[in-house]
Every structure is written in structure tokens, then in C-alpha cells.
């Protein structure tokens, strides 16, 4: 267990829908990043954010958005799902924001998001 | 921009090395990164050597690094098959990001 949680772990949905992926970070952490994975697209970072703050962004749509909420979890919210949205969503912690130093992040288990 | 590149697949048999390679774009990268995938599981933490470093070593994994050549490569002595999974290259790309490789599926045969 790496303490980063991630739910759900599987999700089936339509095209056109609209889910929500909850992480809670490592206890400690303050940032929190989501990424995609996908076949084809390998690991792609899509946001960042640092005790409430969004601090980098990466290849995420506009139909996609994301938050952190005062108690440190986070939630990825993606809307009018396509197929190609169909991917392991993984969220990841760590301690500082980044900068100086290694950046070390802890992965949680990843949610499973299947389109139909 | 930022790239990372990596083989996609490397077979070996159980009690020989391993040696997953990766070559990167960023020169400003400080620090590289060795993840490693387990199935049904998310990324492993394996270790990871600053940029003015040409060599890290921990217990079985070393780690080298040619600066030059944007090269990094992660050496498993004594492969088991436990460590069969998928090995990920990073790059530390900006302030805190980490862009990643996508990935070396290492499969160790009995």
C-alpha cells in the first residue's frame, strides 16, 4: 500500500457522461498530480496541484478539470466521455511543490475508466 | 520539447542482468527517475541519480548516466522473475513535473 488511495478502481460508463475520480494523498503530501495512461499514449501528465493551488499543467482537455480541496484530496473530474477517454487514470503525491531537489512521487493504484 | 524514449520490450533469463535503456531530450533535467509497474498496480519509486552524477549503485540496480549522450540506463543484476513488469524512464521536465517513457516491458523466464 503506498498510502495514496484512489476510487474508484473501475468504472464503466456511456459516451456523453460525466465521472468523477477521487485521490487521497499520502499522508504528508501536499501536492497532487493525475496523469493518464494509455496503450498508445504511454504516461501523460495531465495536472498539478500544491495545498489548493494549481501549479502546472500538462496535455489535459477542456472537458476535463480538476481541484484540491482544503483537506488535501483531490478530484478529476472528466465530462461528455469519448471512447478514446477510456485509459488508467492514475493520481500521485508528494511532499513539496517541486523546485530544489528530487521530486519524488508516490503512485496510488490508478482508476480504471472504460468508455462504451 | 521534453521526450523520453525507451525500448518496449526485453526478455532475459532468471540469473542473468538486465539492462533497460532510455534516452531523454531535456538537459536541464536535474534529476532522472527509475519506476518500475507491477501488474493491476501503480508506479514503484526504484530510484533515481542527480545530473552531475555518472553512476548510482543500490543493492542489485545500478543506475548510469551519460550526460553527453542524454542517456541513462538501469542495470538489474541476478534477474529474478519477480522482477518481470513494465520499467518506466523519467525526467524531471519543468519545476515538478516528471515526464515519463513509455515504458520497458521486462519478461524473466525460468
Known amino acids: 500500500d503506498s498510502g495514496v488511495t484512489q476510487t474508484p478502481k473501475h468504472l464503466i460508463t456511456a459516451t456523453g457522461q460525466r465521472v468523477t475520480l477521487r485521490c487521497s494523498p499520502r499522508?504528508?503530501?501536499?501536492?497532487v498530480y493525475w496523469y493518464q495512461q494509455s496503450l498508445d499514449q504511454g504516461l501523460q501528465f495531465l495536472i498539478q496541484?500544491?495545498?489548493?493551488?494549481?501549479?502546472a499543467k500538462g496535455n489535459i482537455l477542456e472537458r476535463f478539470s480538476a481541484q484540491q480541496f482544503p483537506d488535501l484530496h483531490s478530484e478529476l473530474n472528466l465530462s461528455s466521455l469519448e471512447l478514446g477517454d477510456s485509459a488508467l487514470y492514475f493520481c500521485?503525491?508528494?511532499?513539496?511543490?517541486?523546485?530544489?531537489?528530487?521530486?519524488?512521487?508516490?503512485f496510488g493504484a490508478g482508476s480504471r475508466l472504460t468508455v462504451l | 520539447g521534453e521526450d523520453v524514449e525507451q525500448s518496449l520490450f526485453l526478455s532475459v533469463r532468471e540469473g542473468d542482468s538486465s539492462v533497460i535503456n532510455c534516452t531523454y531530450t531535456?538537459?536541464?533535467?536535474?534529476?532522472l527517475y527509475w519506476y518500475k509497474q507491477e501488474p493491476g498496480a501503480g508506479l514503484q519509486l526504484l530510484t533515481y541519480?542527480?545530473?552531475?552524477?555518472d553512476m548510482k549503485q543500490d543493492q542489485r540496480l545500478t543506475v548510469l548516466l551519460n550526460k553527453k549522450d542524454k542517456h541513462l540506463s538501469l542495470r538489474i543484476a541476478d534477474t529474478q522473475t519477480g522482477d518481470s513488469a513494465i520499467y518506466f524512464c523519467?525526467?524531471?521536465?519543468?519545476?515538478?513535473?516528471?515526464?515519463f517513457g513509455k515504458g520497458t516491458m521486462l519478461l524473466v523466464s525460468p
Open positions: 500521485a503525491s508528494s511532499v513539496a511543490e517541486g523546485g530544489v531537489g528530487a521530486n519524488v512521487l508516490t
Open positions: 499522508s504528508g503530501d501536499l501536492s
Open positions: 496541484y500544491y495545498n489548493g493551488e494549481e501549479r
Open positions: 531535456d538537459s536541464s533535467s536535474t534529476y
Open positions: 541519480i542527480f545530473s552531475n552524477m
Open positions: 523519467a525526467e524531471n521536465s519543468g519545476y515538478s513535473t516528471l515526464t
